[in-house]
Nanobody, 116 residues
């Protein structure tokens, strides 16, 4: 059983930055794939970014050039660096391991609010 815990959300102004963390606990392979998703108010949950076992990354078009996903194998922590935040980035952000598959694990989410 894996446990994912997100942190780092908060209230910021447009143009500012935040770094989200997702701590993974439990037995896990070192080359795990993980994704960051978000659920904006009144909308469906959507993929923001993912990092694969070969360290390749994928980003939603809306965040390309502003967000960066990374992970630290030593601490089993994934990160989402978010720069130049916009009001439309307001959402609850979740990490998911792996990004897709028959068995996945979700964190509880962390709120990001960007004011204009």
């Amino acid at each position: 059983q894996l446990r994912l815990v997100e942190s780092g959300g908060g209230l910021v102004q447009a143009g500012e930055s935040l770094r989200l963390s997702c701590k993974v606990s439990g037995r896990i392979m070192s080359n795990y794939s993980i994704g960051w998703f978000r659920r904006p108010p009144g909308a469906q949950r959507e993929l923001v970014a993912s990092i694969n076992s070969d360290d390749s990354t994928n980003y939603a078009d809306s965040v390309k050039g502003r967000f960066t996903i990374s992970r630290d194998h030593a601490s089993n922590t994934a990160y989402l660096e978010m720069n130049n935040l916009k009001p439309e980035d307001t959402a609850v952000y979740y990490c998911k391991l792996p990004p897709s598959g028959p068995i996945v694990y979700w964190g509880q989410g962390t709120q990001v609010t960007v004011s204009s």
